[in-house]
């Protein structure tokens, strides 16, 4: 019997990770638009260093 395939590709798991990274801004009393900005500024130099 083979296992199943995980249902959560690692594109998904990515999204919820910058997803709790925003909820994370707006808990800790940024705007929407600041988190916003903060949570592209993080992706953003994620993508970077792996270039």
Known sequence: MTEPEDPITQ???AAVQLHELYDSYIEAGFTEAQAFEL?????IA??????
């Open 11 to 13: 594109l998904a798991a």
């Open 39 to 43: 949570t592209k500024a993080t992706l």
């Open 46 to 51: 994620s993508i970077s260093r792996k270039s």
